[in-house]
Structures are given as structure tokens and as C-alpha cells.
């Protein structure tokens, strides 16, 4: 049985009732395509900035993060700068700044092995940054010398 919709350009026949067919009756013809190329060029574009956009986002927030935890930090509130730093490194873990200042936060509230972790990725994603190295320079002669004197 075939059943067609009269000023439509699909037919659909009867098969059993668990399966349709569509078929096209008429060629569909594409008057101007160039408006079509637009929107398509325009799309992919869209779809390849979208991560970057999203990711400079999360920089500028993570840098808001980090900024306001230096802030509080000064003020003594550790625990509160420490959370800030935290959240900073969830929003972008590819900003090297973020895990330095989180690395000291941990080894403010004594937290050594999380200090040493944040240091090694913080050096891991910029190993050229002198401040970084320094920091972990220092934080490492410490640590090294208070682990050598509680083990005596």
C-alpha cells in the first residue's frame, strides 16, 4: 500500500508496521549555495574557537582566584588564600602561577607532600620560570633539613 501527501516532495510506502522507508520523489534543487558555504565556514569556525574562548575564560578567572588569595594570604588568612588557590588550579590546571602559589599555601599549613606535588606541576608546566624554581629551591633545602633533623 502506498500512501503520498499531495504538495510534498516524500512518499512513504507501507512496510510492516515496525519499519518506514522514506524516499525522495522529486530532486530537491539548491538554488544558491554560496550563503550555505557561509554559514557552514561560519559554523566551523565557531566550533574551533569555542575551547579557546573557554579556556581564556577559565585563565581570567583562575588569575581572579589567585589574585584574591595573594590578597587574603597578606592579611594571614592561609586557609582562605589556600582555597582560592585551589579553586584556581580547578578552573585552569595549566596555569603554572596557580600550582606555585597553591604549593606555598600547602607548605604554610604544613602539608609538605602536597607542597612538593604542586611544585613539581607548577615546574612541569613552566620550567623556565625562575620564581617558580626558586620557590621550590627553598621550600626543598627546608624541608630536606627540618626531615633531616626529626630523623636524628
Do not use: C
Request: glycine share 4%; hydrophobic share 40%; charged share 30%.
Amino acid at each position: 500500500m502506498r500512501a503520498e501527501r499531495r504538495g510534498t516532495s516524500i512518499a512513504r510506502f507501507h512496510v510492516p508496521h515496525w519499519e518506514y522507508q522514506l524516499r525522495l520523489v522529486q530532486p530537491i534543487a539548491i538554488v544558491n549555495s554560496l550563503p550555505m558555504l557561509f554559514r557552514a565556514v561560519a559554523l566551523t569556525v565557531a566550533i574551533v574557537a569555542m575551547p579557546s574562548m573557554a579556556s581564556a575564560d577559565a585563565r581570567s578567572e583562575s588569575k581572579s582566584q589567585v589574585e584574591f588569595g595573594i590578597k587574603v594570604a597578606q592579611n594571614g588568612l592561609w586557609k582562605e588564600a589556600t582555597y582560592r588557590w585551589e579553586k584556581a588550579v580547578q578552573l585552569d590546571p595549566t596555569y603554572a602561577e596557580a600550582w606555585n602559589n597553591l604549593a606555598v599555601g600547602y607548605e604554610h599549613d604544613g602539608r609538605f607532600e602536597d607542597a612538593d606535588a604542586a611544585y613539581q606541576k607548577a615546574l612541569k608546566l613552566d620550567p623556565k620560570n625562575l620564581a617558580i624554581r626558586t620557590n621550590y629551591d627553598l621550600f626543598k633545602e627546608i624541608h630536606d633539613r627540618t626531615k633531616r633533623r626529626r630523623d636524628r
